[in-house]
T-cell receptor
Framework: DAKTTQPPSMDCAEGRAANLPCNHSTISGNEYVYWYRQIHSQGPQYIIHGLKNNETNEMASLIITEDRKSSTLILPHATLRDTAVYYCIVRANQGGKLIFGQGTELSVKP | EAEVAQSPRYKITEKSQAVAFWCDPISGHATLYWYRQILGQGPELLVQFQDESVVDDSQLPKDRFSAERLKGVDSTLKIQPAELGDSAMYLC??????????FGSGTRLTVV
């Protein structure tokens, strides 16, 4: 599974968009980009995933560059409850395991 | 919404003692995973089951850790004997297909 690189921490003002970057320069053609988040003392929670195209759901948007070497998770209107560690993971679709890195600790401030 | 159940929520044990954690996955989920998360780090996969069979236990310290899923439903992870370095959060997850993993709330183990 390809490795990912994320900044260790980020701050965001409440109500503003939070843009979390992820580099995955060694991603291969059959690997998807997944995002999970983990709120303190809870298990990780699935947010979104994508292969090539940008994706949007009720929680977030995922923007993947054309060369697929990086992506950005966007929380359009961050709230205090979005304070968490966000993990970017690349994973093969068939039988690929979720391998977590260190993630980005997002702090949403009033 | 269906959940992955784990118990106990917290466990304190003395080193050299045995300890066990239980996980009940979402009904119908054939794949079950155990992860260990040391404070400040991301979760690390310990073992993966497909139904009752172990698919991957390459990261499981087999000298002291064991995992079973006898009927292909709930699962138990055991540590014997526990060591101070085993203090961590133990997370269980299950999945129906290749997409979403659903995680439980975990068992926080403290070895004293």
């Amino acid at each position: 599974d390809a490795k990912t690189t994320q900044p260790p921490s980020m701050d965001c003002a409440e109500g503003r968009a939070a843009n979390l970057p992820c580099n995955h320069s060694t991603i291969s053609g059959n690997e998807y980009v997944y995002w999970y988040r983990q709120i303190h003392s809870q298990g990780p929670q699935y947010i979104i995933h994508g292969l090539k195209n940008n994706e949007t759901n009720e929680m977030a948007s995922l923007i993947i560059t054309e060369d697929r070497k990086s992506s950005t998770l966007i929380l359009p209107h961050a709230t205090l409850r979005d304070t968490a560690v966000y993990y970017c993971i690349v994973r093969a679709n068939q039988g690929g395991k979720l391998i977590f890195g260190q993630g980005t600790e997002l702090s949403v401030k009033p | 919404e269906a959940e992955v159940a784990q118990s106990p929520r917290y466990k304190i044990t003395e080193k050299s003692q045995a300890v066990a954690f239980w996980c009940d996955p979402i009904s119908g989920h054939a794949t079950l995973y155990w992860y260990r998360q040391i404070l400040g780090q991301g979760p690390e996969l310990l073992v993966q089951f497909q139904d009752e069979s172990v698919v991957d236990d390459s990261q499981l310290p087999k000298d002291r850790f064991s995992a079973e899923r006898l009927k292909g439903v709930d699962s138990t992870l055991k540590i014997q004997p526990a060591e101070l370095g085993d203090s961590a959060m133990y997370l269980c997850a299950s999945s129906l297909n290749e997409d979403g993993y659903t995680f439980g709330s975990g068992t926080r183990l403290t070895v004293v």
